[in-house]
């Protein structure tokens, strides 16, 4: 069964601090997503993650993934109030979507 | 921009009702998806559904659940006899292919 952990599961940084987030999991897979969702809202879709080695950048934040290691990292530089939400990774199992699991969420709030 | 809607917004119910949660998801898209997220808690799968039959299903996916797309553009998850524990919000997604799904608002389903 394939199981997948975030840590931390809270954090609260303050504004240009830097940090990471990280997301483990327990069988292969090569496709990852990371999700953030503000609170009582959707699930925004914020990096798809397609093989070994994949990293992306969007504004102040960075993906990567390593298969390998079944390891996928958020990296935040200089954190802004504005990216104050729950992050989710997400981790396909097998090759396809059909079935996704989603981590417990890491609740990042960042003081002003 | 496209996006998944999803009606009602809100749904209210007594234990033991069916319920019918509504979606329309991204009009170009083959792939259909539907989750649950318990209040503070992680998104969790319940069903994909492609060329008019399910693909994967989780174990919370009993029998008391089911699936439709009944006229090309809804798709539907209804709820035979609802429970108490049962309440959750349920998001709908879609995606166009296997890759990167587009969520909806969410129902939010609360069972007295």
């Known amino acids: 069964e394939l199981k997948v952990e975030q840590n931390p599961l809270f954090l609260s940084m303050q504004e240009g601090k830097n940090y990471t987030i990280y997301c483990n999991y327990s069988?292969?897979?090569?496709?990852l997503y990371w999700y953030r969702q503000d609170p009582g809202k959707s699930l925004e879709s914020l990096f798809v993650l397609l093989s070994n080695g994949a990293v992306k950048q969007e504004g102040r934040l960075m993906a990567s993934l390593d298969t390998k290691a079944r390891l996928s990292t958020l990296h935040i530089t200089a954190a802004v109030h504005d990216l104050s939400a729950t992050y989710f990774c997400?981790?396909?199992?097998?090759?396809?979507?059909?079935?996704?699991?989603f981590g417990k969420g890491t609740r990042l709030h960042i003081l002003p | 921009e496209p996006e998944v809607t999803q009606t009602p917004s809100h749904q209210v119910t007594q234990m033991g009702q069916e319920v019918i949660l509504r979606c329309v998801p991204i009009?170009?898209?083959?792939?259909f998806y539907w989750y649950r997220q318990i209040l503070g808690q992680k998104v969790e799968f319940l069903v994909s559904f492609y060329n008019n039959e399910i693909s994967e299903k989780s174990e919370i996916f009993d029998d008391q659940f089911s699936v439709e797309r009944p006229d090309g553009s809804n798709f539907t998850l209804k709820i035979r006899s609802t429970k108490l524990e049962d309440s959750a919000m349920y998001f709908c997604?879609?995606?166009?292919?296997?890759?990167?799904?587009?969520f909806g608002p969410g129902t939010r389903l609360t069972v007295t």
């Open positions: 997604a879609s995606s166009r292919e296997e890759v990167e799904q587009y």
């Open positions: 069988t292969t897979s090569d496709r």
């Open positions: 009009s170009n898209h083959l792939y």
């Open positions: 997400a981790v396909v199992l097998g090759n396809r979507d059909d079935k996704i699991i």
